[in-house]
Structures are given as C-alpha cells and as structure tokens.
C-alpha cells in the first residue's frame, strides 16, 4: 500500500525556518518525481514545488523561489521541504504527493498533510 | 505562468442530477490537465488525468474532457458522496497550477 506521511509542521515567527519531511512507502520511491502542495486555511490548492525521480529537474512556485528549497534522499524514501524566510501567507496545510508514473499526469497519492502556522 | 480559471466557484445539485464543470487555461496546455475531488479535512483524490482518463478505481459517472484550452468534468447522475470541492490542475514542464475550485453543495 502506497503510504506518504508529512512530518515536521508547526509554529513558527515570521522569518523563521522550518523543514517538512515525508516519510515513503508501498512504491519504489526513487522512480517517481515528487511535489510540495499547500493549502491556506479555508482556500484553494497551490503547488510549491516538484522534484524529478534523480533530482535532476526542480521547479518552484514563483511565490518561494528563493526562500524554499526541495530536495529528496532516495536511499531513505524520503522528501524534504527546507522553508527559509516565512511569512505570514505561507500558513498553510502542506502535502506531499506523488506524479502518476508518466510526469504531468496527475498526481496520484498524496500524504495526510503538516500544518505550517507563521505568526508572532 | 498558466493561469486556470474554474467556473462556477459554487454550483447547488440535487442528488441525480448531472454536473458539469468547466476548467480553462489561460493559453493551451494539450492534454495534459488533471480533475481531483477534495472533501473536507482530507487529501485531494486524482480523479481525471491527460483530460479524460478515469484513475483507477474512480466511479464511470466522472468523466472529463476537451483539450487545448477548454476542459469540463461531468458527473453524470450526482451521489450524495460526491458532495466535495473539485479543483482543475494543469501541467507543463515547469510549472503546475490549480483552479480556484468547484464547491458542488446540496440543493
């Protein structure tokens, strides 16, 4: 069974750091590109960032290039999200999920969630 | 960047009824466009990929379509488990964007 579990949310002040890890299992994790998407209390979906199987090819959002970085550990099945520079509106649910085996087709499993709080 | 506009933001349904959503991008984007359902509290579920393929496991009365720049998700006849929030996703290769969301409400 396909499993993503997110870890590492919190409360933090604004311009502080924190890391979001999600633990993987169920698949052969270092085939699949991965992504970070965030959801702001009561709103819509965002993505944030994508990482290829390798971690040859990584894209952002423009509202964290610079300030967030993704990465991924192969050997241990797992994603990171390192989140630099936190500002208010980056308070959200984070999720980690999954391409479908073809990239760009969809994102087929996704983790339960972390929350992120960045206020004083 | 692809901007995806999702029409209507709130649509009120009766169970039976038949549904249609329609997502479109702000230039073309092939096929390459995801529909996923999203209930409260919960992880988004894929439902369409590459505009019309059904995931796995996902019920016949959701299908999807178009391509370009215009796409709908249509339920053909409304289950009371089908009462969520429905979001459009597109993909190119350096970026992926979601509509704003459907909120499908009982009427």
Same mark, same amino acid.
């Given at each position: ?34 992504? *970070? ?9 965002? *993505? ?9 090819? @990584? ?10 970085? @993704? ?38 499993? *996704? ?10 | 960047?692809?901007?995806? +506009? /999702?029409?209507? &933001? %709130?649509? &009120? ?8 959503? +329609? ?14 359902? /999203?209930? #409260?509290?919960?992880? #988004? ?26 796409? %709908?998700?249509?339920?053909? &006849?409304? /289950?009371?488990?089908?009462?969520? +929030?429905?979001?459009? /996703?597109?993909?190119?290769?350096? &970026? ?5 969301? +459907? ?5």
């Amino acid at each position: 069974e396909v499993q993503l579990v997110e870890s590492g949310g919190g409360l933090v002040k604004p311009g502080g750091s924190l890391r979001l890890s999600c633990a993987a299992s169920g698949f052969t994790f270092s085939s699949y590109s991965m992504n *970070w998407v965030r959801q702001a209390p009561g709103k819509g979906l965002e *993505w944030v960032s994508s990482i290829s199987s390798s971690s040859s090819y @990584i894209y952002y959002a423009d509202s964290v290039k610079g300030r967030f970085t @993704i990465s991924r550990d192969n050997a241990k099945n797992s994603l990171y999200l390192q989140m630099n520079s936190l500002r208010a509106e980056d308070t959200a649910v984070y999720y980690c999920a999954r391409d479908k085996a073809v990239a760009g087709s969809g994102l087929d499993y *996704w983790g339960q969630g972390t929350l992120v709080t960045v206020s004083s | 960047d692809i901007q995806m +506009t /999702q029409s209507p &933001s %709130t649509l &009120s349904a009766s169970v039976g009824d038949r549904v249609t959503i +329609t997502c479109r991008a702000s230039q073309s984007i092939s096929s390459w466009l995801a529909w996923y359902q /999203q209930k #409260p509290g919960k992880a #988004p579920k894929l439902l369409i990929y590459k505009a019309s393929s059904l995931e796995s496991g996902v019920p016949s009365r959701f299908s999807g379509s178009g391509s370009g720049t215009e796409f %709908t998700l249509t339920i053909s &006849s409304l /289950q009371p488990d089908d009462f969520a +929030t429905y979001y459009c /996703q597109q993909y190119n290769s350096y &970026s992926v964007t979601f509509g704003g969301g +459907t909120k499908v409400e009982i009427k």
